[in-house]
């Protein structure tokens, strides 16, 4: 329409590799849509992920795997201080099991938000949700003796699930 083929740039982007350098390797994945920025620059270098910007790169885009790994790497840090927080607040040391939340898919996560009936605003993105989830999953109390006695149970008997069920509500 305005004199640009669009074939031709869809052509140009997919040709185009990731401009990371990951541990001192060139990355030679195709490059997405996410560009890297000194906002990303920066959460790098406080991570002391080895990552840098290959400077004979000829775009600034990099490619989905760095771009979940860095996503990672900065829900991994909140995930963390959470931890940290909510150890300091107990004051003890708990012998709770830890469950990696920010591991699951999005949706497994709605899931558990539908089925516990956990109250959140709209719009929330994976590392968000999973924080509430995490702080949820905390608060619900568990009587260890039972569980184990029902899980002992249905293991001896072939998996057959037992029909009563009420201690564990």
Do not use: W
């Not at 185009?16 to 001192?24: A, F, N, T």
């Not at 004979?56 to 760095?66: G, V």
């Amino acid at each position: 329409m305005n004199g640009i083929d669009s074939s031709d740039e869809n052509e140009k982007m997919e040709n185009e590799v990731c401009c990371l350098i990951d541990d001192g390797v060139k990355c030679n994945r195709i490059a997405g849509n996410a560009s890297f920025s000194k906002r990303i620059q920066k959460g790098i270098s406080q991570r002391k992920m080895k990552l840098s910007l290959d400077a004979l790169a000829r775009s600034q885009f990099i490619c989905d795997y760095h771009k979940s790994k860095i996503q990672s790497a900065r829900s991994m840090k909140r995930h963390q201080r959470t931890t940290i927080s909510r150890d300091s607040d107990s004051g003890s040391d708990s012998e709770s099991p830890e469950v990696d939340f920010y591991s699951l898919q999005v949706q497994t996560l709605r899931r558990y938000k539908k089925y516990y009936k956990v109250s959140t605003r709209p719009g929330l993105n994976k590392a968000q949700l999973a924080d509430i989830i995490s702080k949820h999953f905390m608060t619900i109390p568990v009587k260890e003796k039972e569980v184990l006695a029902y899980f002992i149970y249905t293991v001896k008997h072939s998996g057959q699930v037992q029909n009563n069920t009420k201690g564990l509500d």
